[in-house]
């Protein structure tokens, strides 16, 4: 079992910057794919960027690459979604999630644990 709790949520100004992190429990956190996701009011969940075990590998979704960026810090157990030049679409709710495989994973559906989720409000 993995828990996940997002924090570093907020409301900044389009073009601002906010840094998200997801702190999970356990000890094998380093066996974890992770995810970022996140769901805008009336819209589906909608993925945004993932990472492999190691942080060598990762992918984001068009509309985020380039301005977003993936870590983690697996001493830490902690994956972060750096968020910068932020726009008013980019507000929703973010969430992490976690599937106990080596290798990065992009589909919603592969995901086995989810954090509650952290609210991202860019005002124009």
């Known amino acids: 079992q993995v828990q996940l709790v997002e924090s570093g949520g907020g409301l900044v100004q389009a073009g601002g910057s906010l840094r998200l992190s997801c702190a999970a429990s356990?000890?094998?956190?380093?066996?974890?794919?992770m995810g970022w996701f996140r769901q805008a009011p009336g819209k589906e969940r909608e993925f945004v960027a993932a990472?492999?075990?190691?942080?060598?590998?990762?992918y984001y979704a068009d509309s985020v690459k380039g301005r977003f960026t993936i870590s983690r810090d697996n001493a830490k157990n902690t994956v972060y979604l750096q968020m910068r030049s932020l726009k008013p679409e980019d507000t929703a709710v973010y969430y992490c999630a976690a599937r106990g495989v080596l290798l990065i994973v992009t589909r919603e559906r592969e995901y086995d644990y989810w954090g509650q989720g952290t609210q991202v409000t860019v005002s124009s």
């Open positions: 356990g000890r094998t956190f380093s066996s974890y794919a």
């Open positions: 990472i492999n075990w190691s942080g060598a590998s990762t």
